[in-house]
C-alpha cells in the first residue's frame, strides 16, 4: 500500500544515490535497493529485468548519462529560465496509433495553469480519513502548486500529514508561511471544496481573495439583541482581539464591520498573497489564546488587513455552494466547470476520488491520465 508508506518511499528515494555507468545498471541498481527497503518484491524485479531485456530486444540504445552533481546547491533562477514555452500541435505516433493534436493543447494549458500558480502554496485542511486521501490530494493539486501542505484533525507522519484543529486552522498557517518564505502566496482549501484552478488565471494574486460576495458563505450576525450565546461570546472575543491589533489594523476592521456585528464566513477557500503573511501571523498573535473559531476568525483577520473594496473581485466569486443536499446526491448532480470552486464535493476514499477526477476532466481533460 504504498499511499501508506509514502512517506518513508520519499525520504529514501531523495536519500538514494547510484554510482552505477550506464542508466540500465542505475534502473537495476534501484530495483534492488527498493526491494531491499520492502517497496518492491522478487516479481517487480522479475518484471523490470523483463521490462529492460524487451528494450534491448528491440534496438533500444542507452543514453548517456549525464554529470550530475545532486547535492550540490542549485543555482538561481535566470532571466532566461523564465520564458514561456507553448508546445506545437504536432500527432505523435505510439505503437502506431496516431493521437490527435488535443493532446499538445492539454499539456499546453497545464503548463499555463503551472506557470500561474507554480509559486503558490495550497494548503489542504482533510476532513475525511487522510489515510485513503492525501496521497490523492497531492496527485490532483501538485501538478499545479508548488506544494500541497495537508492538515488534519490527526496527523500522520508517514502520509507528511500536519495535525491541526480546523476550529484553529488559522492560527496554524503562520508555520506554513515560514516554511515557504518566498512562496507568491498561499490558498487554503478545506477538502469539501473543489478548487477549477483553470478559472482563477485571471484573478490578480497581489491582493486578497475571499469568499465575500458569497451569500451562502459570507453574512453579517448582528450582536444587539443577539440571544445566540456562542455568537456572544464569539463577538466578545472579537472586540478584545481588534482592540489590541495595530491602530491602523484596528481602522479597517472598524470602517468596515463597526462594533455592533461581526462576520462569519465558512472559511472553506481564501487566499492570502506574501505581502500580506506578516500582517496575518502578527494579528494571530495578537489573538493568542482566544478561542476565536476559525469562521469567525478568518473573516475578521481579512477585514483587519484590508478593506473589502480592495479584495480581488474576480476570483472567488463564482461559486457552487450547495447547502442541505440529500445524502445520495452524486457527484455529477453538484459539479459544474464554470465556477471558481463546488462545495460540498465529500471525497473520503480512492472511489470518490475518481469519481472527481472524472467529472473536473470536463475543465481539465488531461485529470483522466490520473486514474
Not at 9 to 17: S, T
Not at 41 to 69: C, I, N, T
Not at 137 to 142: A, K
Not at 300 to 311: E, G, I, R, T, W
Amino acid at each position: 500500500d504504498i499511499h501508506v508508506n509514502v512517506g518513508r518511499l520519499i525520504n529514501f528515494l531523495m536519500e538514494w544515490r547510484s554510482t552505477k555507468p550506464t542508466l540500465f545498471e542505475r534502473i537495476l541498481d534501484l530495483s534492488y535497493a527498493m526491494a531491499e527497503e520492502g517497496f518492491w518484491w522478487e516479481k517487480d524485479l522479475h518484471f523490470m529485468a523483463a521490462w529492460l531485456q524487451d528494450l534491448v530486444a528491440v534496438g533500444y540504445r542507452q543514453p548517456r548519462l549525464m554529470s550530475l552533481e545532486i547535492d550540490r546547491p542549485r543555482a538561481a533562477i535566470g532571466h532566461g529560465d523564465k520564458q514561456e514555452f507553448v508546445p506545437k500541435k504536432l500527432p505523435s505516433v505510439h505503437l502506431g496509433v496516431e493521437e490527435i493534436g488535443e493532446v499538445s493543447t492539454e499539456i499546453g494549458n497545464l503548463i499555463k495553469w503551472r506557470k500561474h500558480f507554480g509559486d503558490v502554496v495550497l494548503i489542504v485542511h482533510c476532513t475525511g480519513p487522510v489515510d485513503r486521501t492525501a496521497l490523492e490530494w497531492r496527485l490532483l493539486y501538485g501538478r499545479i502548486f508548488r506544494a500541497v501542505v495537508i492538515l488534519s484533525e490527526q496527523g500522520n507522519s508517514d502520509l507528511a500529514v500536519e495535525s491541526s484543529n480546523f476550529a484553529h486552522a488559522y492560527k496554524y498557517l503562520p508555520k506554513v508561511f515560514d516554511r515557504f518564505a518566498g512562496a507568491e502566496g498561499f490558498v487554503f482549501l478545506q477538502d469539501y471544496m473543489v478548487l477549477n484552478y483553470w478559472n482563477l488565471l485571471d484573478a490578480d494574486k497581489s491582493k486578497l481573495w475571499i469568499t465575500n460576495k458569497v451569500k451562502e458563505s459570507w453574512s453579517d450576525v448582528p450582536l444587539r439583541g443577539n440571544n445566540n450565546e456562542w455568537f456572544m461570546n464569539q463577538g466578545n472575543m472579537v472586540k478584545k482581539a481588534v482592540d489590541g491589533f495595530p491602530v491602523h489594523h484596528q481602522a479597517n476592521y472598524k470602517r468596515s464591520i463597526g462594533e455592533d456585528k461581526i462576520i462569519h464566513c465558512s472559511s472553506e477557500i481564501f487566499y492570502i498573497p506574501r505581502r500580506y503573511t506578516g500582517d496575518f501571523s502578527y494579528l494571530v498573535k495578537v489573538i493568542g489564546n482566544l478561542d476565536i473559531h476559525h469562521t469567525i476568525a478568518v473573516p475578521m483577520l481579512f477585514l483587519a488587513m484590508d478593506v473589502p473594496s480592495n479584495f480581488e473581485p474576480k476570483a472567488l466569486g463564482k461559486l457552487a455552494y450547495r447547502t442541505n443536499l440529500p445524502s445520495n446526491t452524486t457527484f455529477s448532480a453538484i459539479y459544474t466547470p464554470e465556477v471558481h470552486a463546488v462545495y460540498p464535493m465529500k471525497v473520503q476514499n480512492e472511489i470518490d476520488f475518481v469519481n472527481l477526477i472524472r467529472v473536473m476532466a470536463s475543465g481539465d481533460p488531461f485529470l483522466l491520465e490520473l486514474v
